[in-house]
């Protein structure tokens, strides 16, 4: 069965000469994975699912919050509203605006126990993600797998992007080899701010970077870290070199993959919030939870989550047993309540 490409939704991407109908042919048998779907994530997912990619695999631990829509393209008020998990809300966006691929939403935290897994069978992944500890992890799951993937931040008025071919590039610890170490950014989009227009430039080159390598042209990505300030004028791009003697990309030491899972916390950026996330091998027991909790407190909830007030804190309970607690960006406060209220 051949597709009629001159009449399709995909009409002017096909007959631009760097796609034509292989390439379109080509996005429709990759998988992209998206994880983050904040700012960059969101926008990039809206680019990509219009563009035709055939799976779309979205990767988010939070759900939709007021602050949220300032940017964040997917979602609107209603998905505040109810607080419905960022994979859910931003898929539910994406089927009305393209019904013909795949959407696999997954609401997890990213961490070495699961970051193989999402990346598995991935044609390339684009981050949308808040803070350098996970884009770590996400750089060794990428070299070793072999994945490409395309890296992504924005703060302020500022971004910057890069893309990242295993075994070509320099990877993002080539480039920035503290970062994995680093847990908390000093500086968060809750104490700087963001602006919008700058995480969908941001987004967009990520995009064109994850089509490039879909429709199998990996020789036409940038070899540059780009860098713009749309409040300063400044767009530049500095050239990056790979490190021969890169501990994650040439001696293959991937240090956080390998590292146990234990009760992890991090603060959320731009929230005043701290999540906490037990190890895979924790089983909470949702249903005696939510019915103990329901003792105590009143509840509010939906098919995904439940949320109480406590010591003059708001705690959200995810079915898989993470915790977020609002009010606070200290994780031993945060810690001391998920004790008390959960237990572990
Ligand atoms: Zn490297």
Redesign the pocket.
């Known amino acids: 069965m051949t597709t009629n490409f001159a009449s399709s939704r995909y009409a002017r991407q096909v007959v631009l000469k760097e796609i034509g109908e292989a390439g379109q042919e080509r996005l429709a048998r990759s998988t992209a994975v998206i994880v983050g779907l904040g700012a960059l994530g969101s926008n990039s997912a809206n680019l990509l699912a219009r563009a035709g990619v055939g799976t779309l695999r979205l990767v988010d631990r939070d759900f939709v919050d007021w602050t949220n829509l300032q940017r964040q393209s997917l979602f609107e008020e209603e998905d505040a509203a109810r607080r419905l998990p960022k994979a859910e809300a931003a898929m539910r966006c994406l089927k009305r605006v393209n019904s013909e691929i795949r959407y696999e939403p997954i609401t997890e935290d990213v961490n070495p126990g699961n970051i193989e897994r999402l990346v598995a069978g991935a044609t390339v992944l684009v981050d949308g993600l808040d803070n350098f500890y996970t884009r770590a992890l996400v750089n060794e799951a990428c070299i070793k797998l072999g994945t490409p993937w395309v890296y992504g931040a924005c703060l302020g008025t500022f971004g910057n992007a890069a893309t990242i071919i295993p075994g070509v590039s ?2 993002l ?2 480039m920035l080899p503290e970062v994995g170490q680093a847990v908390t950014p000093p500086l968060t989009c809750e104490t700087v701010g963001v602006l919008g227009a700058v995480a969908v430039l941001i987004a967009a080159w990520q995009s064109s970077e994850a089509v490039k390598i879909m429709v199998g042209r990996k020789d036409a990505v940038s070899n540059d870290l780009v860098h713009v300030d749309v409040w300063r004028n400044d767009f530049s791009s500095l050239p990056m070199k ?2 021969a003697d ?1 501990s ?3 001696q293959r030491k991937f240090g956080l993959l390998g590292k146990a899972s234990r009760l992890a916390t991090a603060s959320l950026c731009g929230r005043n919030a701290v999540q906490i996330v037990p190890p895979p091998s924790f089983k909470i027991d949702f249903e005696l939870l939510r019915q103990t909790l329901g003792r105590l407190f009143t509840l509010e909830e939906n098919p995904y989550l439940i949320k109480f007030h406590a010591d003059d804190h708001d705690l959200v309970v995810f079915h898989d047993g993470r915790v977020m607690v609002f009010g606070t960006s200290d994780p031993s406060a945060a810690l001391s309540l998920y004790g008390k209220y959960i237990g572990g």
């Open positions: 320099a990877c610890h080539c790979r490190n890169c994650i990309c040439s």
